[in-house]
Nanobody
Framework: VQLQASGGGLVQAGGSLRLSCVVS?????????LSWYRQTPGTQRELVAAISTGYRKTYADSAKGRFTISRDNAEKTVYLQMNGLKPEDTAVYFC????????????WGQGTQVTVSS
């Protein structure tokens, strides 16, 4: 299973970005729970948003009301729409996919840089 994230970039505070993550070589994509994490230098990776196989969504407090996670099972893609961006949203964003199987340790994308200028 490979994950390819894209859509990051440089944006001014208050702007928007849409991240995409395409999952390839997943036998049954709809069985994967999907998440977005972010990380800044010297800190641990933190969960931003997640969407379950049943489309249930959860968000970090910092993302609520500004970010929206979605998935397209036909396109094998997970999205993160980010609006009202703040300088503190600056980070490398990673997508993550995992099935409920205990033998599945999960799969990470390569990360995409989001930089928000003030």
């Amino acid at each position: 299973v490979q994950l390819q994230a894209s859509g990051g970039g440089l944006v001014q505070a208050g702007g928007s970005l849409r991240l995409s993550c395409v999952v390839s070589n997943a036998s049954v994509f709809r069985l994967y729970a999907l998440s977005w994490y972010r990380q800044t230098p010297g800190t641990q990776r933190e969960l931003v948003a997640a969407i379950s196989t049943g489309y249930r969504k959860t968000y970090a407090d910092s993302a609520k009301g500004r970010f929206t996670i979605s998935r397209d099972n036909a396109e094998k893609t997970v999205y993160l729409q980010m609006n009202g961006l703040k300088p503190e949203d600056t980070a490398v964003y990673f997508c993550y996919a995992k099935t409920p199987s205990t033998t599945d340790k999960g799969h990470w994308g390569q990360g995409t840089q989001v930089t928000v200028s003030s």
